[in-house]
């Protein structure tokens, strides 16, 4: 078993990333097996050395124990890039030029939800060549339309396994045609993430249950990119005191707030249930 857990520096860890690293780390310790930390810095903008010092320096104080190198994704943009590069060569991808605004605008507005909006929304080609030529931004957008067609048969059989939701039918339609690719970041994080899970030989995908949905597109993308398939196992999230999940930008109180004030690793790790 190898098992990950894979933070992004974009703020501080709280209750609910210790709940997801320690049970990756006990996973994988209790089969004598491996654990790998990975950090998900491809978004330059939001991601922080403060951020990632802390991670390290949380999860050393947690009683984790990872191997070197640690990778960190940023160093690696060639890697994306050439899995991005074998998609469009295959046509399973294309330009998108619209803004934020206007996506969110047009899943707003598709009658019959985002998949219509997104579904085979490649510009005519004069239109794609005079914005490139005017040097307008684009994302790389996954064409699902034509990801069906390569697969053939093999679209109706995508399906994974979650160790608490058991075998799940994967349904990539549900969110459209995604971004493989960012305007700013040249990446986006499904790429990134199948393509390093499948690198590191990650066999137990272990996270929170809000990345369960994401992980019908992964599946997809996997199958596509002949990536093998990991067995998942989406663990319920770590509530607050109001019933609400922790999330980094509520300010959820963080590892390092609670170290400050006196609280111990073991503390966390029993409140936790470990
Ligand atoms: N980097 C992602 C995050 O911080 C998690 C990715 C994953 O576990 O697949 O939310």
Redesign the pocket.
């Known amino acids: 078993m190898i098992t990950r857990f894979?933070?992004?520096p974009t703020g501080y860890l709280h209750w609910g990333h210790a709940f997801s690293a320690l049970t990756a780390f006990a996973s994988a310790h209790e089969a004598g097996d491996r654990f790998i930390l990975r950090i998900?810095d491809i978004d330059a903008t939001r991601c922080r050395p403060e951020y990632e010092a802390a991670i390290f320096e949380d999860l050393a104080w947690l009683g984790l124990s990872w191997e070197s190198p640690v990778r960190r994704q940023s160093d690696h943009m060639a890697d994306y890039r050439i899995a991005l590069d074998s998609l469009t060569a295959r046509g399973l991808a294309y330009r998108c030029f619209r803004t934020r605004r206007e996506v969110v605008d047009a899943m707003a507005s598709a009658p019959h939800g985002p998949q219509e909006a997104f579904t085979g929304a490649a510009l005519p080609a004069a239109e794609e060549a005079r914005r490139l030529g005017a040097g307008e931004a684009f994302a790389w957008r996954l064409s699902l339309l034509a990801a069906r067609d390569e697969l053939g048969a093999a679209w109706d059989d995508l399906s994974f396994v979650d160790e608490i939701a058991g075998p799940t039918k994967a349904r990539p339609e549900l969110a459209g045609d995604i971004v493989l690719a960012r305007k700013d970041v040249g990446v986006a994080?499904h790429l990134a993430?199948v393509h390093d899970d499948a690198l590191q030989e990650i066999t137990h995908?272990i996270?929170g249950e809000d990345?369960f949905e994401?992980t019908h597109i992964q599946r997809l993308l996997q199958a596509l990119l002949g990536l093998p398939k990991p067995v998942y196992r989406h663990h319920r999230l770590v509530m607050g005191d109001d019933g609400k999940r922790l999330a980094k930008r509520d300010k959820a109180e963080t590892l390092s707030e609670l170290r400050a004030r006196g609280v111990t690793a073991a503390d966390v790790r029993a409140g936790l249930g470990f």
Do not use: F, G
Request: charge should be neutral; hydrophobic fraction near 50%.
């Open positions: 894979a933070p992004s998900e994080y993430v995908v996270r990345l994401a």
